[in-house]
T-cell receptor, first 114, second 111 residues
Framework: DAGVTQSPTHLIKTRGQQVTLRCSPK?????VSWYQQALGQGPQFIFQ???????QRGNFPDRFSGHQFPNYSSELNVNALLLGDSALYLCASSLVGGNTDTQYFGPGTRLTVL | DAKTTQPNSMESNEEEPVHLPCNHS???????IHWYRQLPSQGPEYVIH???SNVNNRMASLAIAEDRKSSTLILHRATLRDAAVYYC????????????FGTGTSLTVIP
């Protein structure tokens, strides 16, 4: 049973560029959440997707957007990258209507903005 | 967002019990208490959760104060593989399934 997978593992971009990160949820899960984790900090909630719609959003600007596909996989897009966007981006999946107490996290994508 | 307060770091000797405290004085009646841990270079991993009663699973125990304003994660016998950052999180069931993490407690296990 594959867990949550994320790609790419590492990414280097320059200021002003755009980036797309990808996430495949754990088998059987239908909800995907994205988190940003700066160095030495806990993960910060960005947004959550369910039924291909953004259901919840944290305190992040509109430069951060996402998408969920019919197969429940998800993308996180960040436009006009800033140096402060350098972080580990984590994807977590869960099952709405099932045991919604547990989120399963992927290993993350390390984004470096130069 | 309900907040949690944890010590920045703790140390434990291998094979001894570890008690990781968490204060959440602003907890509401619908907040679940969750614990996750994050090993180096990995995403967070579920440990345990509860609402009002103490909970046990194969990984740990969760002791919740009667007024629910604090809780303690108990690792019964610390191993070197338990060295990680432990996060105490409050999840409001009315606000969806997202978690609001603090900075966590970095646990060092001494051989």
């Amino acid at each position: 049973d594959a867990g949550v997978t994320q790609s790419p593992t590492h990414l280097i971009k320059t200021r002003g560029q755009q980036v797309t990160l990808r996430c495949s949820p754990k088998s059987g899960h239908d909800t995907v959440s994205w988190y940003q984790q700066a160095l030495g900090q806990g993960p910060q909630f960005i947004f959550q997707y369910y039924e291909e719609e953004e259901r919840q959003r944290g305190n992040f600007p509109d430069r951060f957007s996402g998408h969920q596909f019919p197969n429940y996989s998800s993308e996180l897009n960040v436009n006009a990258l800033l140096l402060g966007d350098s972080a580990l981006y984590l994807c977590a999946s869960s099952l709405v209507g099932g045991n919604t107490d547990t989120q399963y996290f992927g290993p993350g994508t390390r984004l470096t903005v130069l | 967002d309900a907040k949690t307060t944890q010590p920045n770091s703790m140390e434990s000797n291998e094979e001894e019990p570890v008690h990781l405290p968490c204060n959440h004085s602003t907890i509401s009646g619908t907040d679940y208490i969750h614990w996750y841990r994050q090993l180096p270079s990995q995403g967070p991993e579920y440990v345990i959760h509860g609402l009002t009663s103490n909970v046990n699973n194969r990984m740990a125990s969760l002791a919740i104060a009667e007024d629910r304003k604090s809780s303690t994660l108990i690792l019964h016998r610390a191993t070197l593989r338990d060295a990680a950052v432990y996060y105490c999180i409050l999840r409001d069931v009315r606000a969806g399934n997202q978690f609001y993490f603090g900075t966590g407690t970095s646990l060092t296990v001494i051989p």
